[in-house]
């Protein structure tokens, strides 16, 4: 958990650093990775409600920098979107 | 021999056919996976469901999920079968059992953890019901950020 958080708080490091990092703690939520915080173990191919937030219109899979998944579970999330793709649960691209 | 692999199958029948051509299909898997020493632990028919694009210029499917456990060679004779049938329009092997046994390993690893922590501040085991949600890690991961 602390190291997705970690993660996104050691993003855009830069030489205006001190301003941008405040800035970001006045406007940007920091990102938490879903799984790790509501605890979810198991991200199955067939709970397309849950999956189907981590494909936007494009149907790609949502990458990790703005959803603030962890490692772990973005990986997971890929291959159970994968999965559910082959099944037609999900669809490969739509526009 | 190596204990029994737990697998899930998840098949999709074209929306044309009938209730009789879907049971025949659940039949010849059954009797596939009887055949070649294995065991039909579950069925759940989904039922019809819009498919995200199109297969064989199909809209829907019936959706039906078995679970067995059997060994490899079973699983590959049921996928082979499987490609053969005209009525099942696409279909899905996944192996289950090393899956669960991770999940059921993290679930109690956190258990225990969480029962340890609680212990060490002179709590229950055990979360009561009603108590406030705490979160300890939160101002560990501010404080490192501010010094950064």
Same mark, same amino acid.
């Given at each position: 958990m602390a190291n997705g958080r970690g993660r996104s708080g050691g993003r855009g490091r830069g030489p205006s650093r001190p301003e941008r990092g405040g800035r970001r703690s006045l406007f940007r939520r920091r990102?938490?990775? %879903?799984?790790?915080? &509501? %605890?979810? &173990? &198991?991200?199955?191919?067939k709970d397309v409600k849950l999956l189907s937030g981590f494909v936007p219109e494009r149907a790609k899979v949502l990458p990790r920098r703005i959803s603030g998944t962890c490692a772990t579970h973005q990986r %997971?999330?890929?291959?159970?979107?994968?999965?559910?793709?082959?099944?037609?649960?999900?669809?490969?691209l739509a526009d | 021999m190596s204990a029994p692999r737990t697998y899930e199958? @998840?098949?999709?029948?074209?929306?044309?056919?009938?209730?009789?051509?879907?049971?025949?299909v659940h039949q010849? @898997?059954?009797?596939? @996976?009887?055949?070649?020493?294995?065991?039909?632990? $579950?069925?759940?028919?989904?039922?019809?469901? $819009?498919l995200a694009y199109e297969i064989n210029h199909h809209k829907e499917?019936?959706?039906?999920?078995?679970?067995?456990?059997?060994?490899?060679e079973l699983m590959k004779e049921l996928d082979r079968r499987l490609k053969?049938?005209? #009525?099942?329009?696409r279909h899905l092997i996944v192996r289950i059992d090393e899956e669960q046994r991770v999940?059921?390993?993290?679930?109690?690893?956190?258990? #225990?953890?969480?029962a340890r922590r609680r212990v060490a501040r002179g709590l229950p085991p055990e979360p009561q019901e009603g108590e406030p949600r705490r979160d300890g890690d939160e101002e560990g991961a501010e404080s490192a950020e501010a010094e950064a």
């Open positions: 990102k938490v990775c %879903k799984f790790c915080a &509501d %605890k979810i &173990d &198991d991200i199955n191919y %997971k999330l890929r291959r159970a979107i994968m999965r559910a793709r082959i099944l037609a649960l999900l669809p490969y | 199958l @998840v098949y999709i029948i074209a929306p044309d056919a009938t209730d009789e051509q879907v049971e025949a010849q @898997v059954e009797s596939t @996976v009887q055949r070649l020493g294995g065991t039909l632990e $579950k069925t759940d028919n989904w039922g019809r469901r $819009k499917g019936i959706y039906v999920l078995e679970v067995i456990s059997g060994s490899g053969v049938m005209d #009525e099942v329009i999940v059921e390993r993290t679930r109690a690893r956190r258990q #225990e953890t969480q």
